[in-house]
């Protein structure tokens, strides 16, 4: 019961999870292949970096009557800097417009993101609906979990006199019910995986609210009833002072003050590690919005370190090409998972409807 | 359990359970590998969490046609 009804309740979204989710697995490639994902020029010889002072400007006339939100540094691509700008600096995030610039050049190389991959994104994330949509998908995660752990509590009494790895084809709902078992056995720490960790990142917006109504706001105590800064730092003398502070540290990207990440008065610089694992443990340096010293540098609490971490293992972009393609066929082996435990309910029922009793030894559980 | 019950029904946890508990524990081991190491634990992963799929194929080439 418990099975049949946390499956059937979330099926539809979880099959929109899992269809958007496909595509998703390959966001980088398709953006690129797209012209979504735009690289730098080759560096020439001696190439010597611009100011990011110089690339923000180039930003905020690229976009003028806006206001720089973050910028950001490609992992992968060195010279590719990311600014968001927006119509004001806490602004909605979808109103948000992400422009690759050239670390050598301070040339803009064209926008981030956007085209189809976006609407696969935003259908995945939270189907437009925004906080309460995100929230809603979180819950199904939270059923197909549930669906899975009595999934494995009915696998017993279904399968023990079956030997492991059975697919008969004497009809289809005998092969629907072996694939079912067979499909849904070998991907289940997977799927787990990816469930948890896709429920623990609708709770984003949630983490991130305690973070600052906790830690940041003692971080940012001394700052109480000061008004937020006028004239901003220059921003190669904040980077450069949150180098000195975490010195082993690559930047990951910079909020300006009055962003989500950081307070009003502050630039938060959230520092990275160079290993996978320690490349998402992110560690937030505050900086005085006006002079770019440094305030405070605290690790980030355990819940907010378990989402970074969470992050790869849901998207599978942490071990090359190779894990993306065995991503995507779970992915699709899931899929099957979830289409033939829908069939076998629908059949079940069109049984139970035409009130025939015919015996159905191998489906029932065995006692 | 005794043999004589072991052999008249031939269901026992590790029958049932030990297969996918096996692939389980190598799929956790193959998605932390590749976080925790990128040269070689990226290698493991790729066997450890390709090994649901080659078994499924392999499943799938010997079933019993009728």
Known sequence: ?367 | MTAAHNSRSSANWRTVYGGPLLLGVLSIAGLLSALLSAGPGRYFSWLALGAPVVLTAWFFARRKRT
């Open chain 1, 1 to 367: 019961m418990v099975h049949t009804w946390s499956s059937l309740i979330s099926t539809l979204f979880l099959l929109l999870l899992c269809i958007t989710g496909l595509p998703l697995i390959f966001h980088h490639e398709i953006d690129e292949l797209l012209g979504y994902d735009p690289k730098p020029e080759i560096a020439q010889p001696g190439a010597v970096k611009r100011s990011i002072d110089e690339i923000a400007r180039t930003a905020l006339a690229n976009d003028p009557g806006r206001v720089l939100q973050y910028i950001l540094w490609d992992k992968d691509e060195p010279n590719n800097i990311i600014a968001f700008t927006n119509s004001k600096v806490d602004g909605d995030p979808d109103a948000a417009t992400l422009r690759a610039y050239d670390a050598n050049t301070a040339k803009p190389l064209g926008p981030v993101g956007g085209g189809p991959m976006l609407i696969f994104l935003k259908l995945h994330v939270d189907m437009f609906a925004g906080q309460p949509g995100k929230l809603f998908l979180g819950a199904m995660g939270f059923l197909f979990l549930i669906a899975i752990v009595s999934g494995v509590v009915l696998y017993w009494p279904f399968t023990r006199r079956l030997s492991f790895g059975t697919l008969r084809d004497k009809s289809r709902r005998i092969a629907s019910f072996d694939w079912h078992n067979l499909l849904g056995a070998v991907t289940i720490a997977w799927a787990l995986v990816v469930g948890a960790t896709g429920v623990i990142n609708t709770l984003a917006e949630v983490m991130l609210s305690q973070w600052k109504a906790t830690e940041l706001a003692d971080m940012v105590k001394p700052y109480a009833g000061k008004p937020p800064p006028v004239h901003l730092a220059s921003l190669d003398k904040t980077l450069a002072n949150a180098r000195k502070t975490a010195p082993d540290m690559n930047v990951s990207f910079v909020a300006f003050p009055g962003t989500p990440f950081t307070s009003s008065h502050h630039f938060a610089v959230f520092m990275r590690g160079d290993t996978p694992l320690t490349s998402r443990l992110l560690k937030p340096v505050l900086l005085d919005g006006e002079t770019g010293e440094v305030s405070d540098a605290r690790d980030l609490p355990v819940y907010l370190k378990a989402l970074l971490v969470s992050q790869p293992l849901h998207f599978g972009d942490y071990g090359g090409m190779p894990l993306k393609i065995i991503w995507a066929l779970l992915d699709v082996m899931t899929i099957v998972v979830i289409g033939s435990g829908l069939y076998l309910w629908v059949v079940k029922r069109r049984k139970h409807r035409s009130h025939a009793i015919t015996a159905q030894p191998s489906l029932q559980p065995l006692r």
